[in-house]
Every structure is written in structure tokens, then in C-alpha cells.
């Protein structure tokens, strides 16, 4: 069983999308997170089969550790380059212009108030955190937008 926490990067579906995204070169992953929001958008029927809510919320994480007020997120993308060991996880992309929007509107399709991230928390705790997590880094990308 895998794991899945409250976190944007607290899942094993994060962890990978990170460990996927740090096999592009570092400047095609700027690129590779704008083709994931429009892919999410373009394809919302495709959500489960070809792309996951934890993906989603880890990349859109990564797009606000890169603006003001994103500072937390920075720091724990950098404890996890830190921590892995054996895999490389995805280093922040040097700007985030222009992909902000686009995170977005892909994150509020996934983990808006009835979104799929919200469905499953087994204890009210985990479901209030999980909707913070996704308020804090609502109102990030906003402010970015």
C-alpha cells in the first residue's frame, strides 16, 4: 500500500511525478509542467486513468514554491532533494512565469470543494488538513496571477 498524505508532496504519486519531472533536463520542466495543467484541462475525463490528484497538487505545489508567500514550499522541496538518497527529485524550475494561471485552474479541477482530492481522507483531521493544504496553495497562485 502506498502512501498518501495531507501534504502536496506527502504521497508516493507526488514523490514519483517529482522523480519523473528530474528526468527532463532542467529546461524542459517548466515546459513539461505547462503541458500537464493544459492536459489536465483539456482532458478532465481522463482524471484517474491518466493522471492522478496528488500529480496534480504536487505540481501545482511546485509551480507556488517558486512566487512570494511560497516560501514553506521551497524549503520542503529542498529538504526532499536533500533527503533522497537513491532518486533525484525534481529542483524548482528558475521561473514559474506564465504557469501560475494554468496551475491554477488545474488544481481547483482536482482538489476544488468537490474535488477528487477531497474524496477518501479516513479521519476529519486528514480531510481538514488535505483542505487546507489546498487553500494555502489556492491563495498563493493567486496572488501569482
Known sequence: ?????????????ALDF????????????LDALRHMFT??????D???REFFPDEVVAAAALVAATVPGGEHLRHRVTELVELSDETEIALLPASTSGVAA???????????????????????????????????????????T
Open 1 to 13: 500500500m502506498g502512501t498518501f498524505g495531507t501534504g502536496p508532496f506527502s504521497s508516493d504519486g
Open 18 to 29: 517529482l522523480e519523473e519531472l528530474a528526468e527532463r533536463p532542467p529546461e524542459q520542466q
Open 39 to 44: 492536459y489536465v484541462r483539456d482532458n478532465r
Open 46 to 48: 481522463l482524471l484517474w
Open 102 to 144: 494554468p496551475a491554477l485552474e488545474a488544481l481547483l479541477f482536482v482538489a476544488g470543494p468537490d474535488g477528487a482530492w477531497h474524496q477518501g481522507w479516513t479521519t476529519e483531521a486528514d480531510r481538514l488538513d488535505a483542505q487546507q493544504t489546498i487553500h494555502d496553495l489556492v491563495a498563493i497562485l493567486r496572488t501569482a
